[in-house]
């Protein structure tokens, strides 16, 4: 096809075996586009098209793509709103006969449907980090590292300590929207010894979102990126060699820990046992 079809936010490109999508870097577009730039959807993805009235004179074309096929939309689970839908294309009216001979056209070089075996669209590349309430998150295609931050982590994420997940460990990832109650994002790990607590803000293996901390325009495609990293990657012992760490992190921990001791949230065990791992870290 070759034909490109602008709308707001963002223009389609029509090739032989996908579909381009450029998106705009204006204020006003959603900064999950921003961040994400441009998707290329291959053909083989894309398991409808729809062509509807939208709001305010404008009409909308929707990729629909197949269950299993993007990462990004598997993490988000049905999550975001639908003006934060990436494969929503919003047309002026006057556009939609336009937009239905385009419509037409793709649809009819679509031969795939049902469930994927595998991600067809590609993941936000790594390295990439946020920030949540209760600690900063960092992916860098290997392993996904915790590290959290004494103004917003529970005693128990501070007794576990900063936590460090190789993604051969990882069965996936839970994604809940900082824009509902309760956001999170929770690592999904393989054989785990018990179950994870059900509150995230006790699970040492999740993150916790709110006041502003972990926007869905950096933690979903975080949780896109270690998504396409498990289904990837086959599983791999798990790794036990401890990384030194700054002389005053581990000062600043250990003085923390003397604070949740001496108000009673740490026992003299936990304490001596936490505060001694701390200094053979040193």
Not at 82 to 104: I, N, Q
Request: negative net charge.
């Amino acid at each position: 096809m070759g034909d490109v079809l602008a709308g707001f936010h963002a223009a389609w490109e029509f090739e032989s075996d996908s579909v381009l999508i450029r998106y705009e870097r204006g204020i006003r577009t959603p900064k999950l586009f921003q961040a994400l730039g441009e998707r290329r959807v291959p053909l083989e993805a894309i398991e409808a098209v729809t062509l509807a009235p939208g709001k305010r004179g404008t009409v909308v074309l929707r990729i629909e793509p197949r269950p299993g096929a993007d990462p990004l939309m598997e993490a988000a689970a049905g999550q975001l709103k639908e003006s934060g839908d990436p494969y929503r294309l919003v047309l002026p009216a006057e556009r939609e006969t336009l937009a239905e001979y385009y419509a037409d056209e793709l649809r009819a070089l679509l031969t795939e449907s049902g469930p994927a075996e595998r991600h067809l669209v590609p993941a936000p590349e790594a390295p990439l980090q946020f920030k949540a309430y209760d600690g900063k998150a960092v992916f860098d295609g290997t392993s996904v590292s915790f590290r959290w931050f004494w103004t917003g982590a529970s005693s128990a994420k501070w007794k576990a300590g900063d936590q460090r997940f190789p993604i051969g460990e990882l069965s996936g990832v839970e994604w809940r929207s900082p824009e509902v109650f309760e956001g999170h994002l929770r690592l999904l790990r393989r054989d785990a010894a018990v179950p994870p607590p059900a509150q995230a803000d006790q699970d040492p293996a999740a993150v916790v979102f709110g006041l502003g901390y972990g926007p869905v325009h950096e933690s979903l495609p975080f949780a896109a990126a270690v998504l396409a990293a498990v289904r990837n990657c086959a599983p791999v012992p798990a790794m036990s060699a401890v990384t030194r760490r700054d002389p005053a992190d581990i000062a600043e921990r250990i003085r923390h820990l003397g604070e949740l001791h001496q108000a009673g949230l740490v026992t003299d065990e936990e304490f001596a046992s936490k505060k001694a791992e701390l200094l053979a870290e040193l």
